[in-house]
């Protein structure tokens, strides 16, 4: 597929920042923090890799930055006004394409543009996305007849209609196969070369985040209470079982025992990584492989460094 000169169409990328950003619900045995103390920058054009253990708070961290959600405490602007809810500014994927089953696939993009576009404009900018995500000759199909990873291109498409200065991706490529799950990696980034808007990417897959991501934001569960490894849905690719989150290594006294039982009382971001190295990036590159592994430390997994044991045979 050929990438498209589109910046005629595109609005500049945008900038995010969240200060101090708390989220607590209401529940019958009290109020809930989902997320604490939460302080990132997103640069225009960054894409930033969101992972973490279930129930870290991730997909509500994404809803936040989209204005589909509001902050108990803290503030989320971009570009220097608060986020609002239906903004213009910010659109999502999620990992379920989501498409209308009655229309086509061109109709299903075209609901992702800005209301009241012109006729004109509309079929041109539809035209555009579809060439881009490699749709063109599947235009006029209905989702049914089109597969998994098509469905998703089309998404895909359908939330750049609006040329949004923020994209929000929440799991999109989870669904789907390890194969085409490569392939949309791939794809993303040519979309992002050619409209090089600012990307949220929540990910269970730390591979993915490392492959995609110029940065790794990697949160904690503030309610994780077991001194035993709570389980959680993260998966390095190519492997079929979930992996264990973050949790206590062990208490040697008394104190440290009913503190491995405490709730978490620090904030959600436990690290914050950046990714070395150019676009597309070498996945079994050394830099990257240290990386996966300090990760999935940091998620409370036990894993396999492959580069570890050429060197020990």
């Known amino acids: 597929m050929s990438t498209l000169d ?21 529940t019958k045995d009290g109020a809930r923090t989902v997320l604490r103390d939460v302080d990132i920058d997103l640069a225009p054009g960054e894409i930033v890799a969101v992972v973490g253990p279930s129930g870290c708070g991730k997909s509500t961290l994404l809803r936040l930055v989209g ?7 803290g503030s989320i602007t971009l ?12 659109a999502i994927a999620f990992q379920e394409p989501r498409l ?13 543009l800005p209301r009241g576009t012109k006729k004109a404009n ?9 060439e881009l995500v490699g749709l063109t000759h ?24 609006r040329s949004p200065r923020v994209l929000l991706l929440d799991e999109p490529f989870g669904a789907l196969d390890a194969l085409t799950r490569l392939k949309m990696h791939d794809l993303l980034l040519e979309i992002h070369r050619a409209q090089p808007t600012t990307i949220l990417l929540v990910t269970h897959d730390v591979e993915e985040a490392l492959y995609l991501a110029d940065r790794v934001l990697l949160l904690r569960n503030l309610h994780a209470t077991s001194p035993e ?11 079929g079982a979930g992996i264990g989150a973050a949790g206590s290594s062990g208490a ?6 009913q503190a491995a039982h405490a709730p978490d009382r620090s904030g959600s971001v436990a690290r914050v990584v950046t990714v070395p190295g150019e676009r597309p990036r070498d996945r079994a590159a050394r830099a990257i492989t240290d990386l996966r592994s300090s990760l999935l430390d940091g998620l409370g997994v036990h894993h396999h460094n492959t580069h570890t044991s050429k060197e020990n045979a």
Request: glycine share 6%.
């Open 138 to 161: 599947a235009a006029d199909q209905r989702p049914r007849e089109v597969s998994g990873g098509m469905a998703q291109r089309a998404s895909l498409a359908r939330a750049l209609a």
């Open 100 to 112: 209308l089953p009655w229309r086509t696939i061109t109709q299903n993009v075209a609901l992702g």
């Open 79 to 90: 570009d220097g006004s608060v986020t609002h809810a239906h903004d213009e500014s910010t």
């Open 67 to 73: 204005g589909l959600d509001r902050a108990t405490t």
């Open 6 to 26: 589109i910046t005629r169409s595109i609005a500049p990328a945008g900038a995010v920042r969240l200060t101090d950003v708390e989220r607590t619900f209401p």
């Open 122 to 130: 509309a079929k041109a900018r539809v035209a555009e996305l579809l």
């Open 229 to 239: 490894r709570p389980r959680a849905q993260v998966v390095a690719l190519g492997s």
């Open 252 to 257: 040697h006294d008394a104190t440290a025992h």
